[in-house]
């Protein structure tokens, strides 16, 4: 349940970042500004999907030392 609630709350500051950036390129060249942000969209999807699951990633068990 954690792993999608860190995916979807990185997926929104992800989102926002490409709307705010998207916006500021329409304002030089309106013509880039939907292809840029669909790329960045789907790039988002990969890249937070990727960072959540590092994220939640279970801490490796300690090495036990053998007995003497």
């Not at 880039?32 to 790039?43: G, T, V």
């Not at 999807?45 to 990727?50: D, N």
Request: charged share 5%; glycine share 0%.
């Amino acid at each position: 349940m954690i792993l999608i609630i860190y995916y979807v709350a990185l997926l929104l500051v992800a989102d926002v970042a490409a709307v705010l950036l998207c916006l500021w390129i329409e304002t030089i060249w309106a013509a880039a500004s939907m292809p840029i942000f669909i790329a960045l969209y789907f790039l988002n999807l990969w890249v937070c999907w990727l960072v959540a699951v590092r994220l939640t990633k279970p801490a490796p068990a300690p090495q036990q030392q053998p007995a003497e």
